[in-house]
């Protein structure tokens, strides 16, 4: 009997203090308490005062419940972060921070910090499951690594602050912004600098369909969806029935950036025209026309990172 409670004892404070990397900072409030607290320490040493010392007990007192009303208050919880699936150059991209708590009571003025990415969100309350976004903005393009996510709470009093922090592992790809480039899209059969078309490279005959995957608007196959529900993309005889153009980011006009942008333009153009497109990138990288999201982030990144 006396075993088993001894155990239990045991796992409920191993529970209680395992919290990640955890850290308290002292506030400006929370040191003027402590200097206070001496002052009346000394002060009850030194004239044997039975006020001073109740208020002293009181004070201490007061400080062990703020300590373990913190560790308490961030104790259990889920944070996750959720970047969007395409982030731009100057363009606000809205982040989406999660905040799960496991435990019985809920927690309260949890704030929630990425510094590479610049996110800061607060949870006044969490009782099970709160979600906020927040809008971030990049002026530059590249990929943002995402390496750790800061958790901190003031409660209950705001004298200490403790904190935590988790392993993220994430990047942020931070596409070019699109430009339109100084020069009317070319019809169909003729050629722009910086583009090449290709036309058709097989014949019109519908042999099956396959599962959507970004292949432009032209290739689904309607009469699927109105039947099933789902989009679904046309298979043709031919090796691929979608015209082809390619994207020479050396032949755009302007500077370095402004090709990028211009070509981050026509790959996004041509996608939703339905066209296959194709990409020959500023370090020498190709990308043969294909169609699909995939690919389209494959050309995106290789943009964002020249």
């Known amino acids: 009997m006396l075993r088993s409670a001894i155990g239990r004892l045991k796992k409920l404070s191993a529970s209680f203090f395992q919290t990640p990397k955890e850290r308290v900072r002292i506030n400006f409030g929370g040191k003027l308490f402590i200097a206070f607290t001496l002052a009346v320490g000394f002060g009850a040493v030194n004239t044997g005062n039975n006020v001073l010392y109740l208020l002293l007990s009181f004070l201490l007192a007061l400080m062990a419940v703020s300590g373990l009303l913190s560790r308490y208050n961030l104790k259990g919880l ?9 982030v731009w150059c100057c363009k606000e991209a809205p982040f989406e921070v999660l905040v799960e708590n496991r435990k019985r009571f809920p927690s309260f003025l949890v704030e929630v910090l990425q510094r590479e990415a610049g996110v800061r969100v607060l949870f006044k309350l969490v009782e099970r499951v709160s979600r906020k ?3 971030l903005r990049f002026d530059r393009r590249g990929v943002y690594p995402l390496r750790t996510l800061e958790v901190r709470s003031s409660f209950p009093f705001g004298l200490f602050e403790r904190s935590f922090t988790l392993d993220l592992g994430l990047e942020v790809v931070v596409y070019p912004l699109p430009k339109e480039p100084p020069f009317a899209l070319p019809p169909v059969g003729k050629r722009e600098e910086g583009l090449s078309e290709e036309g ?3 014949t019109e005959a519908v042999v099956g369909l396959r599962d959507y995957a970004g292949e432009g608007f032209s290739q689904v196959s309607w009469k699927a969806f109105a039947r099933l529900g789902q989009l679904y993309a046309k298979e043709f005889s031919g090796e691929d029935a979608a015209p082809r153009v390619w994207v020479d980011v050396s032949a755009l006009p302007g500077s370095k950036e402004e090709k990028l942008s211009y070509a981050a333009y026509l790959i996004l153009k041509f996608v939703k ?9 500023l370090d020498g990288k190709v990308f043969p026309p294909k169609a699909g999201t ?5 050309m995106l990144r290789c943009l964002a990172v020249a």
């Not at 889920?78 to 395409?86: A, C, N």
């Open 294 to 298: 995939e690919h389209l982030r494959e």
């Open 273 to 281: 025209r339905g066209y296959a497109v194709g990409l020959r990138c």
């Open 78 to 86: 889920k944070v996750q972060l959720f970047p969007p699936e395409e």
């Open 133 to 135: 976004r927040t809008l």
């Open 200 to 202: 058709k490279a097989g």
